[in-house]
């Protein structure tokens, strides 16, 4: 059985500063209006990272399988966003600096190059349900440590979580 759910919660956050090793950490960093993900350069530097969450609790069943759909309204440069568990408070976020994101379980990926609005599914690992499915989403320059040297963000709006459910067997052993 698939079920679709949408969004409980989410927050931006933008890091800015003249130098890309101060943004990366997020030193600079403050809650945005816009989903924005990603990376700028301008004069100075810019790194936006998107937390969301989803509550699996109530799904009875196990997941077997998982993907995030969601909509791109505008992207620029090429990039792999990246989707990793992160479980932050349910009404904050700290910025998660980039240097620690690989301690962060990947669970999906996708590569993207510039364009317009569409919509991009991207299949997701393994996710336990015994607590909300808290992530943030980033890219892989941040990752990486690859400062820009223009504009690698993309913009994103109606993230949802498609699951497949399926019941769980029990296994008794007779001795």
Request: hydrophobic share 40%; no cysteine; charged share 15%.
């Amino acid at each position: 059985m698939s079920t679709t759910l949408t969004i409980g919660s989410t927050l931006f956050l933008a890091s800015y500063a003249s130098t890309y090793p101060v943004a990366r950490i997020g030193a600079g960093a403050v809650v945005s209006d816009w989903p924005w993900i990603g990376q700028y350069f301008s004069g100075q530097y810019e790194v936006n990272q998107v937390f969301g969450s989803f509550d699996t609790t109530s799904l009875s069943g196990q997941i077997v399988e998982a993907t995030l759909t969601m909509t791109v309204l505008e992207s620029y440069g090429d990039t792999v966003l990246e989707v990793r568990e992160h479980d932050w408070p349910a009404t904050t976020a700290a910025f998660v600096p980039g240097d620690l994101l690989n301690g962060k379980r990947l669970v999906g990926s996708a590569p993207l190059g510039p364009g317009g609005e569409r919509d991009i599914s991207i299949p997701l690992g393994p996710i336990d349900q015994l607590r909300p499915f808290k992530f943030l989403m980033t890219i892989s320059d941040q990752t990486n440590n690859v400062a820009p040297t223009g504009d690698t963000t993309l913009i994103v709006d109606n993230v949802r979580l498609t699951v497949t459910v399926a019941n769980r067997a029990r296994f008794f052993t007779w001795l």
